[in-house]
């Protein structure tokens, strides 16, 4: 989707800005009109509204998640299509995300535990309700601190979530997903379940703790690493505790069955992994 719909209006919302562009979708900050509300916008690409296989997905997952009430979800307040174009409508977070926050590097471990301990709180509810969530990445979690006195995370972009999930494009090829967080068996187009949420939720472990994914280089490169290589040891990059490269590897087995029960015991396994590291500062590069 190219054109910028800026200054437009769809349906009550009139759009503000563009917040993002993403290979799906354009996420505006608009204004509910009724209601005199900001919110974030999502609203799907044309090459993707067309698929009648997504739009029927969209609709489906859009009243999945927006049923869930969860402290680290942000809520949906809408969605729905306006001349043709499909949209979702959710709460404005005022703050920045992970990708942000790791762009110039690692962060310190305990900070890093903090964010993605409340990740896992959300995803482990997410799946005891048979949903995946299939596309997490830094971008998709949001961080502020204007609500409370601690970092709050709010996990976005849930378009991907479905039940009994197996395939990973749309009829036009569009992989659901972002490759560089993806397990093995999303890449593959195999049944996935909470396991490759806890897979991705490793990549982003091992982002924070590095200042880097596990597999880097062109996207084929980075596809066939997760599909068939193991990532360096974040030790190798950073001074951590060795225990952390044990709990790394487990959350990102190539298989799902060797990786955690759940995304709280990745967590509590990376905590007590990291010991003393957990409260202190940015690790050295």
């Known amino acids: 989707m190219s054109a910028d719909l800026t200054g437009q209006r769809l349906g009550h919302y009139k759009i503000d800005g563009v917040l993002g562009r993403g290979g799906m979708s354009v ?46 979800i942000v809520p ?14 959710m709460r404005l977070v005022d703050g ?40 997490l990445k830094p971008a998709n979690v949001l961080v502020t601190s204007r609500e409370s006195a601690n970092e709050h995370v709010y996990l976005a972009d849930f378009g991907l979530t479905r039940r009994g999930a197996t395939g990973h494009r749309t009829a036009s090829g569009d992989f659901l997903g972002s490759p560089t967080y993806a397990a ?28 880097r994914p596990p597999f880097q280089g062109q996207v084929q ?20 505790p060795g225990s952390i490269d044990e709990v790394l590897r487990r959350g990102m087995a190539k298989k799902a069955d060797q990786r955690f029960t759940n995304c709280k015991e990745l967590i509590a396994a990376a905590r007590a992994a990291l010991g003393p590291a957990a409260g202190g500062e940015t690790p050295p590069p």
């Open 221 to 240: 490169d980075v596809i066939q690493g997760h599909l068939g290589a193991e990532p360096p040891p974040a030790t190798s990059l950073v001074v951590l």
């Open 184 to 211: 093995p068996e999303h890449l593959r187009g195999e049944p996935v379940d909470g396991r490759t949420d806890q897979y991705a939720l490793t990549c982003m472990l091992f982002a924070c703790l590095t200042g």
């Open 27 to 72: 996420m505006y900050r608009a204004t509910d009109t009724r209601l005199g509300r900001k919110v974030a916008l999502k609203i799907m690409g044309e090459h993707i509204t067309g698929d009648a296989e997504f739009r029927e997905r969209f609709v489906d997952e859009a009243r999945n998640t927006s049923a869930i009430d969860h402290a680290n």
């Open 76 to 89: 949906l307040y809408d969605f729905g299509e306006v001349d043709g174009m499909l949209y979702i409508a």
């Open 96 to 135: 920045s995300d992970l990708a942000s926050l790791i762009k110039d590097g690692p962060i310190s471990p305990k900070r890093a535990l903090e964010l993605l301990s409340q990740v896992s709180e959300a995803l482990d509810m997410l799946h005891e309700r048979g949903l995946v969530h299939l596309d």
